[in-house]
């Protein structure tokens, strides 16, 4: 079974697909998106909705 990975805005109920990087969901960690493939990519800040950072789920 496969987990589709989402960001939810917890005010709004907006939700949208984890950012990819290197053709590869990205994963959260200590806050940031992060490229599981190479570490060139680096940290990405994770997206924002009415003014709060959207919340990672795996569904």
Request: proline share 5%.
């Amino acid at each position: 079974m496969i987990k589709l990975s989402k960001l939810k805005c917890n005010i709004c109920g907006s939700e949208m697909d984890v950012p990819k990087c290197c053709d590869k969901s990205m994963i959260v960690k200590k806050g940031y998106l992060l490229c599981c493939c190479s570490e060139d990519c680096g940290y990405q800040p994770i997206p924002e909705c009415c003014g709060k950072i959207m919340e990672y789920s795996e569904m």
